[in-house]
T-cell receptor, first 116, second 114 residues
Framework: GESVGLHLPTLSVQEGDNSIINCAYS??????FIWYKQESGKGPQFIID?????DKRQGQRVTVLLNKTVKHLSLQIAATQPGDSAVYFC???????????????FGQGTILTVHP | NAGVTQTPKFRVLKTGQSMTLLCAQD?????MYWYRQDPGMGLRLIHY???????AKGEVPDGYNVSRLKKQNFLLGLESAAPSQTSVYFC?????????????FGQGTRLTVV
C-alpha cells in the first residue's frame, strides 16, 4: 500500500547548527502535509504544514520544502536548540474527493538529538 | 480549553478482556482519529471519523471497533484484548485535515495486555 516514510531514523547535531529532516511519500493523491514533533511521553505536536500547491513554507525557525516531482518533503530547523530534541514525524492527507479523504497517515519518524 | 482528552491514561488488561478508550474534544472539530504507536515506530491509523455518526477503517483496524455517536467523542473498543494490542494509543482531532489547521493530539493511553 501507499505510505509515508523517512530516509533517516536518527539525526545528531550540535546546538546552533541547522537540521534537515527528510520524508518521502508515495501517494500521488496527497494534498496536505504536516510535520509533527513528539517529545518523550507526550502526544505529537504540530510544527508546520504545507499544501501541495506550495513549494515552501516558513515558520518560526522552521521551513518546510515540498518537491512534488520526486515526492519529497523536508523540515529545516534553523539554529537547533537542545529543546528541539524529539522525534519528528511527517504526515500526509489526500485531497478532497478521494476515497481516503480525511485519512491522516504518518511516517516512521526521525529521532533528532541536539548536543549542547 | 482542555483540547483533546483521553481516558484512561494507563490500563492493564488480561488477554480476552474488553475495554473502551474514550476520546473527548472540546474544539468542535469534525475529524477525529485513533492511532497506535509501538516502540520505534510511527503512528499507525486504526480508525478515523470525518463527522458525527461516521467512521472509517485506517491501516490497522482489525481487533478494534469505534463509534462516533456525538461529535465531541470518539470511542475505541477492544472486544477481546490480545498481547499484540499492547501499545500506546493516541487520539487526535482536527477541523479539517486538508485545510490549514492542525490535528491536536491527546496525551495517550498506555495499554498493556498480559
Amino acid at each position: 500500500g501507499e505510505s509515508v516514510g523517512l530516509h533517516l531514523p536518527t539525526l545528531s547535531v550540535q546546538e546552533g547548527d541547522n537540521s534537515i529532516i527528510n520524508c518521502a511519500y508515495s501517494n500521488s493523491a496527497s494534498d496536505y502535509f504536516i510535520w509533527y514533533k513528539q517529545e518523550s511521553g507526550k502526544g505529537p505536536q504540530f510544527i508546520i504544514d504545507i499544501r501541495s500547491n506550495m513549494d515552501k513554507r516558513q515558520g518560526q525557525r522552521v521551513t518546510v520544502l515540498l518537491n512534488k516531482t520526486v515526492k519529497h518533503l523536508s523540515l529545516q530547523i534553523a539554529a537547533t536548540q537542545p529543546g528541539d530534541s524529539a522525534v519528528y514525524f511527517c504526515a500526509e492527507s489526500p485531497s478532497a474527493g478521494g476515497t481516503s479523504y480525511g485519512k491522516l497517515t504518518f511516517g516512521q519518524g526521525t529521532i533528532l538529538t541536539v548536543h549542547p | 480549553n482542555a483540547g483533546v482528552t483521553q481516558t484512561p491514561k494507563f490500563r492493564v488488561l488480561k488477554t480476552g478482556q474488553s475495554m473502551t478508550l474514550l476520546c473527548a474534544q472540546d474544539m468542535n472539530h469534525e475529524y477525529m482519529y485513533w492511532y497506535r504507536q509501538d516502540p520505534g515506530m510511527g503512528l499507525r491509523l486504526i480508525h478515523y471519523s470525518v463527522g458525527e455518526g461516521t467512521t472509517a477503517k485506517g491501516e490497522v483496524p482489525d481487533g478494534y471497533n469505534v463509534s462516533r455517536l456525538k461529535k465531541q467523542n470518539f470511542l475505541l473498543g477492544l472486544e477481546s484484548a490480545a498481547p499484540s494490542q499492547t501499545s500506546v494509543y493516541f487520539c487526535a482531532s482536527s477541523y479539517r485535515p486538508d485545510g490549514n489547521t492542525e490535528a491536536f493530539f491527546g496525551q495517550g493511553t498506555r495499554l498493556t495486555v498480559v
